[in-house]
């Protein structure tokens, strides 16, 4: 057996948590190797919707199991909120959960590092989700994180009490008047005490060396998926940096993010959007600021699921696309959400660039540069509603002809299409 792994090809909200939700009858454990609740992962069924942050998406199948592994950062206070939510909407959450101890916490002053320095940034700012992310990776990389497996320590306290002190030397260098700054509707005195009462929910949880659990379930021939978080766009190496989270979104994040050996990752999954989208600052080629831009955006109820912030809507960019499929050694992919594009006269897609003077198809070293200017085909749209369609042939032609260019383009097959945001909506090819 190997691991298989699926993974946003974009900048994220590319719709994993429904891809992970649809496969999941195929696994045995479905497993999150990056990230914390910066990722919203959105999925929908029997007219409920539930929004994931930290959570693998393959809780909604009884007979999975779900690790959350060593490359994940989790904040206790959010995870708390999460499983209530799930418990309320009728899902199970127990034994089927399992955390690994090597995690890393997100402490509720790394939440406050991220605010002030976002805001000291002024106009360069990067568009944090002011989750703690990029502090609490800080605090691991520079070995004076705090583990999951720490909080079962006689010392932890005190531990926590000398990260606090640290992180507070800092943010009063930023910010005198921090007591005011809320998150989650709270100011961060009333945070922090919440934090600190979410800790015992972690302490429930069933906390294992995801590691060695990963390989027993390889050696006992148990099929495990690998879900990513954000996107390919996004990674800490390979993204628009500055622009980018703050761990590797590619497949290569499974190796460390799981304890897995590369020879024993099989299938890549690429999960992308018909058209673009992106939240926050960063460089966007084929960013529409017209009426089209809007229309995205409105049909797709393209709003962040974590931030709520509207995102930027563009055509399709195979460029950068290409790039993510190299990196990521794509097997197979996924195209989601063609039902927003239902009502275009025609439709625009990014085959190359132009960057000083000449045509390109590789993404440049100063991919922050505005100097980048898409060139596009145009292809026919559909005009016609597909939402309720249930398999491929009956599919407008026109759709059809816009996934064999794509096909085309990208040299990976298209497994499926998706046509809306339920389970249900979901045609294989």
């Known amino acids: 057996m190997k691991v298989d792994v699926l993974l946003g090809l974009q900048?994220?909200?590319e719709g994993k948590g429904k891809i992970v939700d649809v496969l999941t009858?195929?696994?045995?454990?479905?497993?999150?190797?990056?990230?914390?609740?910066?990722?919203?992962?959105?999925?929908?069924?029997?007219n409920k919707k539930f929004v994931l942050h930290t959570i693998p998406s393959g809780i909604f199948n009884k007979n999975a199991t779900n690790?959350?592994?060593?490359?994940?950062?989790?904040?206790?206070?959010?995870?708390?909120?999460?499983?209530?939510?799930?418990?309320?909407?009728?899902?199970?959450?127990?034994?089927?959960?399992?955390?690994?101890?090597?995690?890393?916490?997100?402490?509720?002053?790394?939440?406050?590092?991220?605010?002030v320095y976002e805001k000291s940034k002024g106009k360069k700012k990067i568009g944090s989700t002011l989750k703690g992310i990029g502090p609490a990776y800080t605090d691991k990389v520079s070995r004076n994180g705090l583990r999951i497996g720490d909080i079962e320590r006689g010392d932890f306290d005190e531990r926590y009490r000398l990260a606090?002190?640290?992180?507070?030397?800092i943010i009063r260098h930023y910010e005198k008047d921090f007591e005011t700054i809320e998150f989650d509707g709270l100011p961060f005195t009333e945070y922090e005490k919440a934090w600190t009462e979410a800790l015992s929910g972690l302490r429930a949880l069933k906390?294992?060396?995801?590691?060695?659990?990963?390989?027993?379930?390889?050696?006992?021939?148990?099929?495990?998926?690998?879900?990513?978080?954000?996107?390919?766009?996004?990674?800490?190496?390979?993204?628009?940096?500055?622009?980018?989270t703050s761990s590797n979104t590619t497949a290569a994040g499974v190796c460390n993010g799981l304890g897995v050996a590369p020879r024993n990752v099989g299938n890549v999954f690429g999960i992308f959007k018909a058209y673009c989208t992106r939240v926050g600052s960063g460089p966007f080629p084929t960013e529409l600021f017209d009426n089209d831009g809007q229309q995205l955006r409105d049909i797709g109820r393209e709003?962040?699921?974590?931030?709520?912030?509207?995102?930027?809507?563009?055509?399709?960019?195979?460029?950068?696309?290409?790039?993510?499929?190299m990196l990521n050694g794509v097997t197979e992919l996924m195209m989601m959400k063609a039902d927003v594009l239902n009502?275009?006269?025609?439709?625009?897609?990014?085959?190359?660039?132009?960057?000083?003077?000449?045509?390109?198809?590789?993404?440049?070293?100063?991919?922050?540069?505005?100097?980048i200017k898409p060139i596009y085909e145009s292809l026919a749209g559909w005009k016609a509603d597909i939402d309720h369609t249930n398999n491929y042939g009956s599919l407008p032609k026109e759709l059809k002809n816009y996934v064999s260019f794509i096909e085309g383009h990208l040299g990976v097959p298209i497994k499926i299409v998706s046509m809306g945001p339920?389970?249900?909506?979901?045609?294989?090819r």
């Not at 999150?32 to 609740?37: D, K, M, S, T």
């Not at 912030?309 to 499929?325: H, Q, T, V």
């Open 67 to 115: 690790l959350i592994g060593n490359g994940v950062i989790i904040d206790p206070f959010v995870i708390r909120k999460e499983i209530n939510m799930l418990r309320t909407g009728g899902v199970e959450v127990g034994d089927n959960l399992l955390v690994s101890k090597k995690a890393h916490l997100i402490l509720p002053t790394h939440r406050l590092l991220d605010a």
């Open 11 to 13: 900048w994220g909200d």
């Open 164 to 169: 606090r002190e640290r992180h507070m030397f």
């Open 422 to 428: 339920d389970r249900t909506q979901t045609i294989y």
């Open 25 to 46: 009858p195929k696994y045995d454990v479905i497993a999150r190797f990056q990230g914390g609740p910066n990722a919203g992962h959105t999925i929908e069924f029997d």
């Open 343 to 371: 009502e275009f006269d025609r439709l625009n897609v990014a085959t190359k660039y132009e960057y000083q003077g000449r045509q390109i198809e590789e993404i440049p070293f100063e991919s922050t540069s505005i100097g």
């Open 207 to 244: 906390k294992v060396n995801s590691e060695y659990f990963i390989d027993n379930s390889l050696k006992s021939g148990r099929s495990i998926l690998a879900e990513g978080a954000q996107g390919t766009m996004l990674d800490i190496d390979f993204g628009s940096y500055p622009y980018v």
């Open 303 to 325: 709003y962040g699921s974590t931030t709520g912030r509207p995102r930027r809507c563009g055509w399709l960019d195979l460029p950068a696309l290409k790039y993510s499929i």
